[in-house]
């Protein structure tokens, strides 16, 4: 089992940035594949971004059409954590972040079926 816990949300102006943390209790976090996943009133759970194993050549990343250029994923395995930098946020990014790992998943990593685990998520709210 692990459990995940996600920090870093709040209220931020169109414009802004934050950074979310995804911070893991099981120690090998670093075999596990990590997604971020964000969910909007009214809306269906969306696929944000992804990075793979650190051993994949430094952790194979991907995003959603909607935040490339303005998002950025990354992993600290030491630290048992993966974070999401998000810059130019919009007011259409205003949803509850989540993190999600996963032993492994197909050739698309948004596919949030395929994740195990999943923290209780952050909210984060873009004021235009």
């Known amino acids: 089992q692990v459990h995940l816990v996600e920090s870093g949300g709040g209220l931020v102006q169109a414009g802004g940035s934050l950074r979310l943390s995804c911070s893991a209790s099981?120690?090998?976090?670093?075999?596990?594949?990590v997604g971020w996943f964000r969910q909007a009133p009214g809306k269906e759970r969306e696929f944000v971004a992804a990075?793979?194993?650190?051993?994949?050549?430094?952790?194979?990343?991907d995003y959603a059409d909607s935040v490339k250029g303005r998002c950025t994923i990354s992993r600290d395995d030491d630290k048992n954590s993966v974070y999401l930098r998000m810059s130019g946020l919009r007011p259409e990014d205003t949803a509850v972040y989540y993190c999600?790992?996963?032993?492994?998943?197909?050739?698309?990593?948004?596919?949030?079926?395929?994740?195990?685990?999943w923290g209780p998520g952050t909210q984060v709210t873009v004021s235009s």
């Open positions: 999600a790992a996963a032993g492994s998943v197909g050739s698309d990593y948004g596919v949030d079926d395929e994740y195990d685990f």
């Open positions: 099981e120690t090998t976090f670093s075999d596990y594949i």
């Open positions: 990075i793979s194993f650190s051993g994949w050549g430094g952790g194979h990343t």
